[in-house]
T-cell receptor, first 111, second 110 residues
């Protein structure tokens, strides 16, 4: 079975802190994605990566950056967390042209 | 990617078939129809996908109209555990990203 894991299920950070969200997949997938999910707004794509060291902006990249140094790991970085970044963050991975597999999500609260 | 339109919510009686519609009138020839669902507090889960032929797997059936402008996901015997938000997405399999809309909240009632 494909497994996508995220470093934390729940995270509480203070405004201005630097936040790292880690995602690891074990199926050698080329593509990895970071989404955020908010009530009434659905899933919104932040960034995605189609190869090591490659990244593309999604629909809402502002305030975020990403890192993909190894194929299995895709990190989402909040350089200076703000309260409007309180959300559920979902990571997904996908082989070249097939379905996405999602992690369990990280619920981030910025106070 | 083509935009999709789904009803915001639907109810279904337990044991009955749940038929979830999706409109994708601007779909292009190389775009597939994908369905995912998200049960509360979990990440989305892949269900099924298809190009133009109807598809069936252990979870559901996908019926795509001949003009490919709409599709229906069918859960043949809905259970309470099928209560979830169901997302219909159309995309080129070679495209990097998928755009998730608001989906349909399916509530299965006893």
């Amino acid at each position: 079975d494909v497994k996508v894991t995220q470093s934390s299920r729940y995270l509480v950070k203070r405004t201005g802190e630097k936040v790292f969200l880690e995602c690891v997949q074990d199926m050698d997938h080329e593509n990895m994605f970071w989404y955020r999910q908010d009530p009434g707004l659905g899933l919104r794509l932040i960034y995605f990566s189609y190869d090591v060291k490659m990244k593309e902006k999604g629909d809402i990249p502002e305030g975020y950056s990403v890192s993909r140094e190894k194929k299995e790991r895709f990190s989402l970085i909040l350089e200076s967390a703000s309260t409007n970044q309180t959300s559920m963050y979902l990571c997904a991975s996908r082989a070249f042209s097939y379905e996405q597999y999602f992690g369990p999500g990280t619920r981030l609260t910025v106070t | 990617d083509a935009k999709t339109t789904q009803p915001p919510s639907m109810d279904c009686a337990e044991g009955r078939a749940a038929n979830l519609p999706c409109n994708h009138s601007t779909i292009s020839g190389n775009e597939y129809v994908y369905w995912y669902r998200q049960i509360h507090s979990q990440g989305p889960q892949y269900i099924i996908h298809g190009l133009k032929n109807n598809e069936t797997n252990e979870m559901a059936s996908l019926i795509i109209t001949e003009d490919r402008k709409s599709s229906t996901l069918i859960l043949p015997h809905a259970t309470l555990r099928d209560t979830a938000v169901y997302y219909c997405i159309v995309k080129d399999t070679n495209a990097g990203k998928s755009t998730f809309g608001d989906g349909t909240t399916l509530t299965v009632k006893p």
